[in-house]
T-cell receptor
């Protein structure tokens, strides 16, 4: 999962398995969270978002879980495919400040092995 | 049209050159952003335009000059850049209430 450090955290899974990518955030005032997928040489692609008044939100093959008690966010990818290989960033938007500023996590490199 | 486009895709420039990056969106989004991204790092915010006005400048050096000619276009003018400015430059846009940002494919800039 994502953590503070010099190296990009990595997750390696087998094709068809489920993947879980984790993210910790620090600001209790954050009330909006986003997951982005960034493939090599491309811009970040919006995957799914969740507001702080929700615990869970599902999309197509993806689920985001939010645990406000421990300030933890996770992205679950079902039946992971080779095309899911990318860097995944979580981002938080803090209320009480500028809505324009997203705070990004460090990113997690997901590698899917065929 | 549901995407943010950026041109050029790649740019190589010398330290004395002047060049511009262009970003365009036709989704009616009223906030547009420039980010800089180094390899294996998250994007770093540079500038924000909201309703065509500069709202945020994250203490970016003056060799980077943003411009928002209209609600669909965002430019980044480059002059006298340094090799350490080589990076992927990303444009993003967002609709009100500006919680979510949608990114373009980026311009890969190399400064020689």
């Amino acid at each position: 999962g994502e953590s503070v450090g010099l190296h990009l955290p990595t997750l390696s899974v087998q094709e068809g398995d489920n993947s879980i990518i984790n993210c910790a955030y620090s600001n209790s005032a954050s009330d909006y969270f986003i997951w982005y997928k960034q493939e090599s040489g491309k811009g970040p692609q919006f995957i799914i978002d969740i507001r702080s008044n929700m615990d869970k939100r599902q999309g197509q093959r993806v689920t985001v879980l939010l645990n406000k008690t421990v300030k933890h966010l996770s992205l679950q990818i079902a039946a992971t495919q080779p095309g899911d290989s990318a860097v995944y960033f979580c981002a938080e938007n803090r209320s009480g400040g500028s809505n324009y500023k997203l705070t990004f996590g460090k990113g997690t490199l997901l590698t899917v092995n065929p | 049209d549901t995407e943010v486009t950026q041109t050029p895709k790649h740019l190589v420039m010398g330290m004395t050159n002047k060049k511009s990056l262009k970003c365009e969106q036709h989704m009616g989004h009223r906030a547009m952003y420039w980010y800089k991204q180094k390899a294996k790092k998250p994007p770093e915010l540079m500038f924000v335009y909201s309703y065509e006005k500069l709202s945020i400048n994250e203490s970016v050096p003056s060799r980077f000059s943003p411009e928002c000619p209209n609600s669909s276009l965002l430019n980044l003018h480059l002059h006298a850049l340094q090799p350490e400015d080589s990076a992927l430059y990303l444009c993003a846009s967002s609709p009100p209430p500006f919680n979510t940002q949608y990114f373009g494919p980026g311009t890969r800039l190399t400064v020689l």
